[in-house]
Every structure is written in C-alpha cells, then in structure tokens.
C-alpha cells in the first residue's frame, strides 16, 4: 500500500502524523506523492476558520487529483466537526482525536493486511487483521523504522502530553483534546533511547499545554522534572522546549537550559496581548510585566536565545486603544520572532459571545502592523548574532543548518544532512550565511 501523510497546524499534530507514519512503514506501506497514494491521512488543524478552509480545500484537491485514494482524516477539525467533513469526496474515515492512539495501531494492522492483499480500509473491521493475516508468510514484521529525514524533519517531535484544563476565552482545543494526559516519565526516557538508535540527534518536546505535564499521573511529576531526567541521559541526543506558556516557565527551568548543554536555548512563549485589559478579557493567566520580566530574565540569562510569542489581533473589545498599547509593548520587547493571527470566531469559545466585534478589516490591518513589527525584531536578532559561532544540526541536504538558538543558516555543500556542526554566522544579508568552524 502506498500512504501520504498532510498535516495542518501545531507540533503537536507534527507527533501524532509521525506516529501515523512509523506505524504505516512498519506494517509495510510505502510513503508516496498524494497524487499516486492508496491511502492519504489529512491531519488537520480548527485553530482559525481559515484552517478549516484549508482542510476542505485540500480534501477535495486530493479526491479530484486522486480519484482511487482513500481518505482519512484525523485532527482537531475532524474533532469537532465531524459532518463537515464526512460528505467530501472519497472521505473513508473520520478519526477523532480521542481514537487516535488506537488508530495508529489500526494502521499498522491495515497496512499489513493490505499488503498481503487481505482488503482496504472500508472491508470489515480495520482492527480485526489476525495475526496469521498479518504474518501469513512466517517472515515476522516488516518495514522500515523511521530516520532522520522522515516526513522532511532532521528532528523528532516526540509528543509527551496531550489536552488542556485551561480556560481561555478563545481556545477550542480543550474540547477537541480533552483533559491534560501526559506520558509516564519511564515511557518518555524509553523513547528517547529507541529514537536515539536510528540518528535522532534533537527530539522536540511537545504538548497543548506542555508546562502542565505529569500534574495528574498516579506518580505526579512535572516539566522541570522531566527536564532534568532528560538532561542525565546517555548519548549524543539534544531536546528542543516546545511551546511552553508564560506562567508555566520557571527560572528554575531557565537556568536549567543555561547551564545543561542538553537543551536549545530557545523559547516559544505565547503571549497573546501586551495589555492587561485584554490579557483579563482573553482569560490569561499572567499580566503583561509578568511577561516582560520573565523576558528579560531569560535574555539576561541567555543573551543568545531565541524568544518567540503568539498574538491575537482583533480579540473582541479591542479598542483602537488597546491596539496601539499593544504594538508599542510587542516593539519595546527583546523577541525573536512573533506569529501573528488576527481573531477568528471558534463556536464553543467563551470570545464567540463576547463584544463587540471588532471588524475583519480592522483585525486584518491590526495584524498587519504586529507582523511588521516582528519582522524588525526577527531581522534585529539575527543581525546581533553577525560574527557569533553557535552549534547547529544540518538539514535537507546538508547546506542548512538549524542552530540551537533556532536560526537557518546557508553552508557551502559538503556536509550530510543531520550532522551536528559549530557554524561562524558571517552575514545576515540577504538571508545568514555562515561556515562551519
């Protein structure tokens, strides 16, 4: 069988389709381009209508380009609007996230008996493959583990926890994922070595709400616990913080990422609004100089590191006011890079009841000049770092590299991909360009 794997939206969604994948090539399918694919996976994401659109949109490109394909699609959107998404063309199968684990062992099964000609997805149980189905041929498990490369990643994004018990306004992933469930530290630090096996040499640490991990397992741990079973681990194996929000990132963590060697020194720390009158509106828990402080601490511990943030433009009760404090807060904070979403409505969101509105045009113009912004900032840090040395991973095809502190930088050819290498940054003009030292 041959199997495509399209995947909208977060790091999160990122794990779950390599969990799809590594279960696809251990049963035996093939990966292939979506036009040629049996089987096609759309991962989708229901953050912003706009992503809604985009799933629909691909959906039917996929039927009509690919007549033969079956389609299953999994993710939040499918999540949460199932009869959306049932009535597209050659639509076999809605997987909500809740089934997903089970799902992936569906997978594996199916692509087995698929590849021994035992039937498609749409005959009998797709869970039900024997075992003597499966291995009729007396030639074991089959198929090839992931690599470095999988999917067009050099890292793992290895998802340790999953939902959210937070409750902000405008958020509708807790009701697409649930409670917090996070994976049991054994069964974390097992992961980590068996990625290590294949050449993993940076696994990305993902969750929803990640800073919440292991408060409701039997055991209780927490984020800073995992980190420091982490940083004691045998071999050549770096960890990249996902997503992490702003009142779960201790100093303590901080310092841990200073002074380990183990972990990136970067941070992707949402903060939403620079006021505290929306921050309140949008039911964040943490003000604005709490966020500046935490800031400021981390780039005085870490004059290196790479800090982003999200932003919502045109949250509902954004006056022109707010707005404008809100930029001048964003400009006057030392990031790295920002993404910029203007507001979308999320029915089952507290902020779809909540006004007034602000008008489309005038969250789109909003958004606008919080990009602008961020393109200073994005251009202002990779200027400061001209003429500094930093360790990276080399991508794609070898004349990339990713460095800790999460900028690409253009090599000469030479080098393979996943190489861990120490790049001189000589110019920022046009884009960097560096040579490893």
């Known amino acids: 069988m041959k199997y495509a794997i399209l995947t909208f939206g977060c790091r999160v969604n990122q794990a779950d389709s390599f969990e799809f994948e590594e279960s696809l090539r251990t049963g035996g399918a093939v990966a292939a381009r ?152 054994a069964e974390v630090l097992a992961e980590v070595g068996r990625l290590a096996a294949p050449g993993y040499k940076e696994i990305w640490l993902v969750g929803v709400h990640l800073g919440s991990y292991g408060r409701e397992l039997r055991e209780p741990e927490s984020l800073e616990g995992l980190l420091r079973a982490l940083d004691s681990v045998s071999g050549d194996v770096t960890f990249r913080i996902s997503s992490l929000e702003p009142m779960d990132c201790s100093q303590d963590i901080v310092d841990l990422v200073g002074k380990s060697g183990r972990f990136a020194p970067h941070f992707h720390l949402p903060l939403q609004h620079g006021t505290d ?106 200027r400061s770092q001209v003429g500094t040395v930093r360790p990276g991973l080399t991508l794609d095809d070898g004349t990339t590299v990713l460095t800790d502190n999460f900028l690409k930088v253009s090599i000469p050819p030479g080098l393979a991909r996943n190489t861990r290498v120490r790049v001189h940054i000589e110019t920022d003009t046009p884009a960097l360009v560096g040579r490893p030292v």
């Open 34 to 185: 979506a036009e040629d694919a049996d089987l096609i996976v759309v991962n989708t994401c229901t953050v912003t209508g706009a992503a809604d659109q985009g799933a629909r949109n691909l959906i039917r490109r996929i039927a009509r380009d690919n007549a033969k394909a079956q389609i299953v699609v999994t993710g939040c959107y499918a999540t949460r609007e199932p009869a959306a998404l049932a009535g597209l063309p050659h639509v076999a199968r809605l997987v909500p996230n809740h089934e997903k684990d089970h799902f992936v062992r569906i997978l594996r099964n199916r692509a087995a008996a698929t590849e021994m000609g035992v039937g498609a997805f749409d005959e009998g149980p797709a869970g039900d493959v024997s075992t003597a189905q499966r291995f009729g041929t007396g030639n074991g498990g089959y198929g090839s583990a992931l690599e470095p490369g999988a999917m067009g990643r050099t890292a793992y994004p290895l998802r340790v926890q999953t939902g959210c018990d937070e409750t902000c306004a405008f958020c509708i992933i807790p009701s697409t994922r649930g409670a917090s469930q996070s994976r049991p530290l």
């Open 277 to 382: 009158r929306v921050l309140r509106l949008m039911r964040r828990p943490y003000t604005r100089d709490f966020y500046m402080d935490l800031v400021g601490y981390i780039r005085a511990r870490l004059p290196h590191a790479s800090i982003g943030t999200d932003l919502i433009a045109g949250f509902p009760g954004e006056s022109e006011d707010d707005a404008e404090a809100n930029a001048d807060a964003i400009a006057r904070l030392p990031l790295s890079y920002l993404h910029v979403f203007p507001y979308s409505d999320r029915p089952g969101t507290a902020a779809t009841a909540m006004t007034p509105k602000v008008a489309s045009a005038d969250a789109k113009r909003r958004a606008g000049r919080l990009r602008e912004i961020g393109a200073r900032l994005a251009a202002r840090f990779m």
